[in-house]
């Protein structure tokens, strides 16, 4: 099983009608960087589990059922009377997202840590989860844990700079966690906050060097990279009519640890064995997953049977 950690929130994403310089309505969809990660997951058929609360609310009902629906393992989902997470989106011309959060008090951070099954073979955790408090410090300490019990750690940074008070002290927690990673994916914006404006492969270079035994990193329709040893591997986009961008980078992250999972190279060793020929093979299945995802309003991960030939 591979077990997610971070948070659910629900999007509220404006009505493509909406007039210019109007207000229009917003619709909800439900989402979150690891929600719609470990929603992926289990449309593609890989054992996964999610570790998070929810809330008793109605949204909550609504992200608990959906990952039922989407087969994932809610064994680890513990729910709370503070109400879900919201994320106010505006969306570009280009179908590009930008976020607004309102996360005090509510139950995504209000998460405690548990044992994992013993099963679990990898753990993947990103986005609000590592920056807000106290779930930072809940996720962070799962990073360490399970890293140190020997099982696969991916992370996606996914970085929302708005939640992010100080940005040094992130960025020095960011480094402290690369020793104990297996993967790490990023967006080349995010690598280019986290470099500080520096040349970014040259970043990620260096980011794999302190621990990750790869780091991919994402370019949106230019496709994306990946760094492992002295290697880089690129594949360009997939094309698609673009509704939005919500959850590609989501998509992504879980079609690689899904490739990973059907070849058994869910461990920092294997994935350093990858061949050229077999890391193509990981981006543009991962590519192509998020294809779809961008041509569906709100994150919209495809099943298995979409992705086959």
Known sequence: ?????????????????????????????????PYNVAIALGRLGIPVGFHARLSTDQFGDKQFERLKRSDVDVSLVRRGPEPTTLAVVGLGEDGSARYSFHTEGTAAFAVTDQEFPPDTAAVCLGTLGMAVEPAASVYEAVLFRESGLGRFVALDPNIRTDLIADRDAYRRRFESWLPALGLLKVSEEDAAWLADGTDVLGAARDWQRRGPAAVVLTRGAAGMAAVA????????????????????????????????????????????RLSRQEWEEALRFAASAAAVTVSRAGAEPPWAAELEP
Do not use: F
């Open 1 to 33: 099983m591979i077990v997610i950690g971070g948070e659910a929130l629900v999007d509220l994403v404006p009505d493509s009608s909406t007039a210019d310089g109007e207000l229009g309505p917003l619709h909800p969809r439900l989402g979150g960087g």
């Open 229 to 272: 040893g002295d290697d880089v591997v690129e594949v360009p986009g997939v094309r698609a009519e673009v509704v939005d961008t919500i959850g590609a980078g989501d998509t992504v992250q879980a079609a690689l640890l899904a490739w990973l999972h059907r070849r058994g190279a869910l461990s920092a060793d294997a994935v350093r």
